[in-house]
């Protein structure tokens, strides 16, 4: 981006490394990667709202989780008719604070309120390796927001900056509540690790509720790629009535697809092997071999790049697999 300036999203660096079909297979790896994710962030509301209120339902046809999850895509709506980036930056920032509450909310729960720790807990399993693997590439499939993040920054040179403090703080989140989660619960955990706290706890409360502050937070920036590339496929020359309804639809297809396919962790898993592997590791690698042009002479930096493409490979085929398996087992089974 700092090369070409008309390169404004993921897309354009694909277009530039690979043309237009290079362009195609960006934009609908990213779209796909980020509409599944805003889609898992509507299924964890559900998830834990009837985990606090087990008894709401309506009528024999909509459980309680579907009557969440009707509620958080009304609750979401708003969000997603936002236009301006700086208002989006600042309630997505919210999540972060969110973020440290909760772990702090489920230590408590472990440490003060007596649940205390597993004393017997197995440090490997490897039938679980595939979906760990693909879970922790989940965690970090924010990618294809980066450019619409860059292009809208006011200081353009602290990006780097940015993106090395956001990381480093993601992957010390991330493996405390993992660590903890297991210490607490071992092979009881749950793909959620809120699920597992009794409700009648103020702590466990404040876990619950701050975990749902997480996808109100985030869910807004991001679908924005998906609602900038279908305005502008569909809106030349038409009115905002128009974006509004397309933001509408949006919303409502990942309310129906959370109440289709309602497992949090399993669909999650697919999204970490099939489209963040390949969104975050696998075509950055090769846009940027392409554009630099350092496939064309051997050395260690191709070297090392083939050897993160291979190993994206491999768990992009393993993870799929393994999470499809699981995704299918669980809809038979219900």
Avoid at 109 to 114: E, L, N, S, Y
Avoid at 202 to 214: E, F, G, H, M, Q
Avoid at 288 to 301: A, Q
């Amino acid at each position: 981006m700092d090369l070409d300036t008309n390169i404004r999203s993921y897309p354009d660096i694909g277009e530039r490394a690979f043309g237009s079909y290079g362009r195609m297979f960006v934009a609908v790896t990213t779209n796909v990667e980020l509409y599944l994710v805003a889609t898992g962030f509507v299924i964890l509301e559900g998830d834990n709202l009837q985990n606090l209120f087990p008894a709401v339902g309506v009528g024999d046809f909509v459980t309680g989780k579907q009557a969440f999850v009707l509620i958080i895509g009304l609750i979401l709506l708003p969000t997603v008719w936002l236009d301006n980036m700086v208002v989006l930056s600042y309630i997505s920032a919210t999540g972060v604070v969110a973020s440290f509450l909760l772990i702090a909310s489920v230590l408590w729960c472990a440490v003060f309120d007596g649940i205390g720790f597993q004393e017997q807990v197995t440090l490997f399993q490897s039938r679980g390796i595939p979906t760990a693997i693909s879970l922790y590439a989940f965690c970090y499939c924010a990618h294809p927001v980066f450019p619409t993040m860059y292009t809208s920054m006011r200081n353009q040179k602290q990006f780097s900056k940015v993106l090395l403090v956001c990381f480093l703080v993601c992957t010390t989140s991330y493996a405390s509540m993992a660590v903890l989660g297991y210490l607490m619960f071992g092979s009881e955990v749950q793909s959620q690790v809120t699920l597992n706290l009794p409700t009648n706890l103020v702590s466990s409360k404040v876990a619950i509720y701050t975990t749902l502050v997480n996808p109100l937070a985030k869910y807004a920036l991001m679908s924005r790629p998906i609602v900038k590339s279908l305005e502008r496929r569909f809106l030349a020359g038409r009115s905002m009535r128009w974006s509004i309804l397309i933001r509408t639809a949006l919303v409502a297809s990942t309310i129906f697809v959370a109440m289709v396919v309602p497992f949090f962790g399993y669909l999650m898993s697919l999204v970490g092997a099939f489209l963040s592997v390949t969104a975050s590791i696998i075509l950055p690698c090769l846009c940027y071999m392409k554009i630099s042009g350092i496939y064309i002479r051997i050395g260690s930096e191709l070297i090392v790049l083939c050897g993160i493409v291979v190993v994206g490979v491999v768990v992009l085929v393993v993870g799929t697999y393994t999470a499809l398996l699981e995704i299918l087992n669980n809809l038979i089974s219900h």
